[in-house]
C-alpha cells in the first residue's frame, strides 16, 4: 500500500527566509508525486507534480521540489518566502488504481513579518 | 478549460437532516470524480471515487452516499447528518483514460456545519 508522512506539522519561518518542507513517501513502484498547497477555506492548488525525467521539478509560485529515490522523498523548497505562502501543504503520492492519490497529513505554514 | 463547481459554499444544518452537495465540472467529458472530507486539522479522506455514469466506489463506510446522475454531475448525500460529519468537502476531477498518475483539480469546496 502507498503512504506518505509528512513530519512537520507546522514550521514557522521568518519572511525573505528559506523554506523546505520534508515529504516521505511508500510505494512499490516508480511514483508519480505531487505537491498541493491550501490556503484557509479554500480547495487544492496544484504546486507541481513529477512523473519521470528531471528529478528536479520546477512549479508555480517560486516553488520546486526534489525527488530522490534513494531517500524515498520529495521535499519542497523555496529560497525566498513570502508572507502570501503561508498556508496547508500537501504531498500525494499517486500510481495505479483508477488515479488514486495519497495525501500526506500536511504542513501548515506560517510566515512572520 | 476545465472548471470545477461546488454548491453551496458553506451550509449549517441540525444533526438528522438530509444533506446534498453537487460537484459539477466543465470543459472535459468522462472525467474521474471525488469526493473528499477534510476534518478541522486534519488530512484529507478520500469517501467515494467514480470513473463513469452509475460508477461509484465507497472508501470509508458511514451513512454518507454519493451518486453521478450525469457525466460531470457528483453529487454527496446523506439521509441523517451527524455530528460527525462537519468538516470541509471538497470535490475534485482527474482525466480519465490516460496513463496513471494524473493530477486532480479540486474545487473551492463546502463547509458543513451540523449542529
Known amino acids: 500500500a502507498q503512504s506518505v508522512t509528512q513530519p512537520d506539522i507546522h514550521i514557522t519561518v521568518s519572511e525573505g527566509a528559506s523554506l523546505e518542507l520534508r515529504c516521505n513517501y511508500s510505494?512499490?513502484?516508480?511514483?508519480?508525486l505531487f505537491w498541493y498547497v491550501q490556503s484557509p477555506g479554500q480547495g487544492l492548488q496544484l504546486l507541481l507534480k513529477?512523473?519521470?525525467?528531471?528529478?528536479l521539478v520546477q512549479g508555480i509560485k517560486g516553488f520546486e521540489a526534489e525527488f530522490k529515490r534513494s531517500q524515498s522523498s520529495f521535499n519542497l523548497r523555496k529560497p525566498s518566502v513570502h508572507w502570501s505562502d503561508a498556508a496547508e501543504y500537501f504531498c500525494?503520492?499517486?500510481?495505479?488504481?483508477?488515479?488514486?492519490?495519497?495525501f500526506g497529513g500536511g504542513t501548515r505554514l506560517m510566515v512572520k513579518p | 478549460s476545465q472548471t470545477i463547481h461546488q454548491w453551496p459554499a458553506t451550509l449549517v444544518q441540525p444533526v438528522g437532516s438530509p444533506l446534498s452537495l453537487e460537484c459539477t465540472v466543465e470543459g472535459t467529458s468522462n472525467p474521474n470524480l471525488y469526493w473528499y472530507r477534510q476534518a478541522a486539522g486534519r488530512g484529507l479522506q478520500l469517501l467515494f471515487y467514480s470513473v463513469g455514469i452509475g460508477q461509484i466506489s465507497s472508501e470509508v463506510p458511514q451513512n454518507l452516499s454519493a451518486s453521478r446522475p450525469q457525466d460531470r454531475q457528483f453529487i454527496l448525500s446523506s439521509k441523517k447528518l451527524l455530528l460527525s460529519d462537519s468538516g470541509f468537502y471538497l470535490c475534485?476531477?482527474?482525466?480519465?483514460?490516460?496513463?496513471?498518475?494524473?493530477?486532480?483539480?479540486f474545487g473551492p469546496g463546502t463547509r458543513l456545519t451540523v449542529l
Open positions: 513529477y512523473f519521470s525525467g528531471d528529478t
Open positions: 500525494a503520492v499517486g500510481g495505479y488504481a483508477g488515479n488514486m492519490l495519497t
Open positions: 475534485a476531477w482527474s482525466p480519465n483514460g490516460r496513463q496513471q498518475g494524473n493530477e486532480q483539480f
Open positions: 510505494y512499490g513502484a516508480t511514483p508519480y
